[in-house]
């Protein structure tokens, strides 16, 4: 994989990002500072500056499933820009500042900036190709292969080795794939023992391909 893989396609351009942020107000969070509840009426949104959330949704048990991770250059909230309620909880994964541009000003600048809403809406296809595809993978795939699609896909390349970008813990990986720490616990001890990653600190290193199946 290469270092210069091309941006998200929710990340905004400079130009975008300026704009549309000088309608707003900038705002600094702690690290695990809920931004947004599931079920919420507001229709801001955040556009990050710097920091990374996750946008989770959670069973009335405390059972979370991680929808997606977002950092600099990308934002969030503009599914209620319909007028209805929140379809997602977004936590702070690390102290975070953020532009929140009211919902009725996002509005007026889509109707004068159609750079942004044509951003918009390929935001949104690439949120539904993406669920077609986790939903696909819930009904399809086991376990394992969820988790080595997941390290496959956020692997890049430093120094010369295959690292996974973001810090993340098994149960994060657990969240991410709709399974249990237990389980995401057996597979990285085989992995681990099978030479295929090392765990250095909070970071994965993929040392070799993974197989195809477990």
């Known amino acids: 994989m290469k270092n210069d893989a091309p941006l998200s396609p929710s990340v905004l351009k400079d130009d975008i990002l300026e704009a549309i942020a000088a309608h707003g107000g900038v705002r600094t969070f702690p690290a695990h500072s809920v931004l947004i509840n599931e079920e919420d009426e507001t229709d801001s949104i955040f556009i990050l500056l ?27 909230g503009e599914m209620s ?20 541009v009211a919902g009725s ?20 296809i690439g949120l539904v190709r993406h669920s077609t595809d986790n939903v696909k993978s819930l009904a399809l795939d086991d376990v394992y292969s969820r988790v080595a699609r997941l390290l496959n896909d956020r692997a890049r ?46 970071q994965i290193v993929l040392l070799k391909k993974l197989p195809a199946g477990w």
């Not at 989770?56 to 991770?69: C, H, K, L, P």
């Open 50 to 76: 710097s920091g990374r959330v996750k946008v989770f949704g959670a069973s009335a048990q405390g059972r979370e499933v991680i929808y997606n991770t977002l950092g600099p250059g990308e934002y969030f």
């Open 81 to 100: 820009l319909d007028g209805g309620p929140r379809s997602a909880s977004v936590m702070t994964l690390e102290p975070t500042t953020c532009v929140v």
């Open 105 to 124: 000003k996002v509005r007026d600048f889509l109707g004068k900036h159609p750079d942004f809403a044509l951003h918009l809406i390929r935001k949104l």
């Open 157 to 202: 390349e430093v120094d010369g080795r295959l690292m996974v970008a973001d810090r993340l813990t098994q149960q994060d990986i657990a969240d991410h794939v709709g399974s249990s720490r237990e389980m995401i616990s057996r597979i990285f001890k085989q992995l681990t023992t099978g030479g295929y990653i090392a765990l250095e600190g909070k």
